[in-house]
């Protein structure tokens, strides 16, 4: 008996996950988004493994700020470097601190905006008067201040805009627990002298997780934007490691004779945010079941 059920709760989940997939990919910008993250996620892999055709610090002096050809894909830069090496390696970087940053962001910030939802009180009122604080600032200006404090450097540049990113995901969490606080199940669960731990673990955090998802989706393409900005700047990503930002900002120069140094990092910033965008747009659609049906 107990073997049967285990299957049909293996055949109920496999059915949800299926259910998921399909309505996930029958949704054109969940599909689309999707495709291209895959894409660059691929190409980054592809560099972190070296399956790029040149390494992307090697210069050619003899091929300085050649054109797109078929030995080098993208064109060279100012230094003879292969374009195409070095924004794959851009790409990967970018995805690194992104994903570094979002992590922390959502790890810390999901946490105490949990606990200000559920406790209430005076845990509430410091956790968002805190929050607000750093709402106060805009993004860039307060992952500015933050990198020149530390110093430059992508693992820097990565603490910064976790920190920028935390307060959004204190609010985005605090208001869904606020509305499960106030469940039956939650209330009986306290009737029944759950402690506080079980109730945020088992039956809190579930029920939240689907707005987090989509929120730490969308906060990686905000992330990948703001360290293409702070390496735009000179307080991310130091030469002569390739990024996506930086490659942007020398190119500036070399703009008018060269037009494929700035062209082809900028149109893959603009894939990875565009990307990432639609993909959290289509999960949150999917994972909605107020927008399933319309």
């Not at 592809?46 to 797109?68: K, N």
């Not at 990565?158 to 106030?182: D, M, W």
Request: glycine share 8%.
């Amino acid at each position: 008996m107990s073997n049967d059920t285990a299957i049909v709760v293996d055949d109920t989940e496999s059915d949800r996950s299926a259910s998921f997939g399909r309505r996930l990919i029958s949704n054109p910008l969940g599909l689309t988004g999707l495709i291209i993250v895959g894409i660059l996620i691929a190409a980054s892999i592809c560099s972190a493994l070296g399956w790029v055709p040149f390494d992307p610090l090697e210069q050619h002096p003899a091929d300085r700020l050649t054109g797109p050809s078929k030995t080098y894909w993208f064109g060279t830069d100012q230094f003879g470097r292969d374009v195409f090496s070095r924004v794959l390696a851009g790409l990967r970087l970018s995805f690194q601190v992104a994903v570094l940053a979002v992590a922390i962001a959502a790890t810390i910030g999901t946490a105490f905006g949990v606990l200000a939802g559920f406790l209430g009180g005076w845990v509430e009122t410091i956790t968002m008067r805190v929050a607000d604080v750093l709402f106060a600032f805009p993004a860039i200006l307060l992952a500015l201040i933050i990198v020149a404090v530390l110093g430059a450097g992508w693992f820097n540049a990565a603490i910064a805009i976790a920190v920028v990113y935390t307060p959004v995901f204190i609010r985005v969490s605090r208001g869904p627990t606020l509305q499960v606080k106030s469940a039956d199940y939650i209330k009986a669960g306290v009737g029944l002298g759950f402690s506080t731990p079980r109730l945020i673990f088992r039956h809190v955090l579930p029920n939240i997780a689907s707005v987090v998802i989509v929120q730490i989706t969308l906060s990686l393409s905000w992330a990948i934007l703001t360290e293409s900005a702070l390496s735009f700047l000179g307080l991310g990503t130091q030469p002569p490691d390739a990024s996506l930002g930086l490659m942007v900002s020398a190119s500036r120069a070399f703009a008018s004779i060269a037009w494929w140094t700035l062209f082809f990092p900028s149109l893959a910033i603009v894939l990875a945010v565009l990307g990432l965008n639609l993909f959290g747009d289509g999960l949150r659609d999917t994972l909605d079941p107020s927008r399933r049906d319309s």
